[in-house]
């Protein structure tokens, strides 16, 4: 098994398991779960929703930890 089929495998487990989650969580993971089949091969990180407001700081700092 590859890392892309172990992560869906994940993905599959938490979208079984949604109602558990608070709701932040639970919509990245249904957008996560909805992009799956249109890019395989690709790893689907956990987003984050910024206000209006966010300054380049902050979007930098958070980008980073992706990096």
């Known amino acids: 098994m590859n890392e892309i ?23 990245m993971s249904l957008t996560n779960a909805e992009l799956k089949g249109s890019c395989k091969g690709a790893v689907l990180m956990e987003g984050r929703r910024f206000n209006a407001e966010a300054g380049v700081k902050e979007l930098k700092d958070w980008a980073e930890k992706y990096n």
Request: without cysteine; hydrophobic residues 35%; glycine residues 4%.
């Open 5 to 27: 089929d172990n992560l869906d495998q994940k993905l599959d487990l938490l979208t079984s398991h949604l109602g558990e989650f608070p709701d932040n969580l639970r919509v």
